[in-house]
Nanobody, 119 residues
Framework: QVQLVESGGGLVQPGGSLRLSCAAS????????MGWYRQAPGKQRDLVAT???????NYADSVKGRFTISRDNAKNSVYLQMNSLKPEDTGVYYC?????????????WGQGTQVTVSS
């Protein structure tokens, strides 16, 4: 059974940075695409960034140029570097592992980590 544990959230001022981490266990991590979603209060959960098993990345338009997703297969971990944060980036960020190496089709979710961007 896949288990995902996020960390790194917190309170940050607009323009600041945070780095989220997600540690995975229970699967052959390197074989699957990984992704980060976020859910703002009262809104649906939206896809933020994805990374395939081969390292190709994709981003929501709202975070392009500010966020960077990466993975370390030796550590079974995926990261989300968030720079130039805006209040609209506030929400709970969830890590997910896909069923597939290139397509995001979530089969497991972490518990989420809260990110609050506020002055």
């Amino acid at each position: 059974q896949v288990q995902l544990v996020e960390s790194g959230g917190g309170l940050v001022q607009p323009g600041g940075s945070l780095r989220l981490s997600c540690a995975a266990s229970g699967s052959i991590f390197s074989q699957y695409a990984m992704g980060w979603y976020r859910q703002a209060p009262g809104k649906q959960r939206d896809l933020v960034a994805t990374i395939t098993s081969g390292g190709s990345t994709n981003y929501a338009d709202s975070v392009k140029g500010r966020f960077t997703i990466s993975r370390d297969n030796a550590k079974n971990s995926v990261y989300l570097q968030m720079n130039s944060l805006k209040p609209e980036d506030t929400g709970v960020y969830y890590c997910t592992q896909s069923y597939y190496p290139t397509l995001i089709a979530p089969r497991a979710w972490g518990q989420g980590t809260q990110v609050t961007v506020s002055s």
